[in-house]
């Protein structure tokens, strides 16, 4: 966006107005989300709870509304006004009116720079673009996602047809890539008179965990409480108390567990030689009979100076929480810390990034802010 304002001597809105939505008869589409617009736009939904695991099915609530006047995410188009930007893509930079961009720059736009798998299928990515430039096709695929909306294009350069999708609502990382997938598939199969494809099978439920076996048994903590875990054929079942809960999985080795006392991280395990031995929640850490490493561990006490949970006024980043597992130091459940220097560490990972998490400004033993390159989050007291 700035280097588009020095270039053209002009505001990114205005930029964007006339050199693209402008030429394209984008006429109901806005090129930065203000109040101004407020009206205009569907309400968008996200997690009730945006601090914590979200389920399958798991219950919505209107998002915070926001302005976006930054290049990045910024555009309000209609259903319709994505159909002229797809035909702009499809015929390779022309509009309406003459070309909006010019034949060598749009192949620059759609060269496959570096290797980039595109949910699953094989691709490149090129200039914000996902090419899959093989089999004597051209296929270009982006999403986006932000605080309140999940969306999905899908172009096929090569035989002319592209889909578009929007669900208003931000479902943790979902976008509606299958639905534009299938109906490129439907309409070159139409185009072909050929028979029309079968419906992208259903995802399985995340309910059914193939090896569930490898997590059941007991696990013990140091404090010598239990975690008890039952599989039954593909469902890995939780006892907790007079409870039987279901786990639904969350990723490899994580699950999510509808539960009160364990609504605010996934349940982890842990694995050594491919073998289960250890589970993890937040701070809690079990290991069962197969673990054979330490179990009691040493840390720095001035970490718990910074421990708790902390909270930006931005809807985009939210809430972040901070605690001590095994010794480490550990940020939103995964992220592991590297001390620096007292008061500064890095993420776990490219010792060469640049990316800093600070805290300063202690309050009766506690840490009351932490900045994340840049970002500012303040502790909040609840938990």
Request: aromatic content about 10%.
């Amino acid at each position: 966006g700035f280097l588009l304002e020095a270039i053209d001597r002009r505001s990114f809105p205005e930029v964007l107005h006339k050199r693209v939505l402008e030429p394209l008869g984008m006429t109901a589409s806005a090129p930065v989300i203000t109040n101004a617009i407020k009206e205009r736009l569907a309400i968008g939904y996200g997690p009730l709870h945006e601090d914590r695991p979200f389920p399958l099915r798991g219950k919505l609530a209107e998002a915070p509304w926001l302005e976006v006047p930054e290049a990045a995410g910024s555009v309000a188009a209609t259903a319709d006004d994505m159909v002229a930007y797809l035909q702009l893509l499809l015929n390779r930079g022309a509009g309406p009116r003459g070309r909006v961009i010019s034949e060598k720059s749009f192949q620059l736009l759609v060269k496959p720079v570096v290797k980039a798998s595109f949910r699953g299928e094989d691709a490149s990515y090129g200039y914000g673009l996902w090419i899959n430039d093989g089999s004597n096709r051209t296929l270009v695929r982006h999403t986006g996602g932000m605080v309140a909306f999940s969306s999905a294009m899908y172009a096929d350069l090569t035989d002319g047809f592209a889909a578009f999708a929007s669900v208003n609502a931000n479902l943790r990382g979902y976008r509606p890539v299958a639905v534009t997938r299938y109906a490129l598939d439907l309409l070159n199969a139409a185009s072909r008179n050929q028979e029309l494809p079968a419906l992208p099978a259903s995802q399985p439920t995340p309910a059914s965990i193939k090896n569930a076996a490898d997590y059941a048994g007991t696990f013990n903590a140091p404090d010598g409480k239990k975690l008890v875990l039952i599989a039954h054929g593909d469902k890995l079942i939780l006892q907790h108390g007079r409870q039987r809960i279901v786990l639904e999985q969350a990723g490899r080795d994580r699950f999510i567990v509808k539960h009160p006392d364990f609504d605010l991280f996934t349940l982890g395990f842990g694995r050594d030689k491919d073998v289960v031995v250890e589970a993890f929640h937040g701070p809690d850490w079990w290991a069962n009979e197969r673990y054979s490493g330490p179990k009691f561990f040493e840390y720095p006490k001035e970490w718990d100076t910074l421990t708790g949970r902390y909270r930006s006024d931005s809807p985009w980043y939210g809430s972040s929480r901070l605690f001590v597992r095994k010794g480490r130091l550990i940020l939103d459940d995964q992220q592991f810390l590297i001390p620096l220097e007292p008061g500064v560490f890095r993420p776990q990972g490219d010792i060469n990034a640049a990316e800093r998490i600070t805290f300063d400004t202690l309050v009766n033993g506690k840490a009351m802010h932490l900045n994340f390159s840049g970002i500012d989050f303040y502790r909040t007291f609840t938990p």
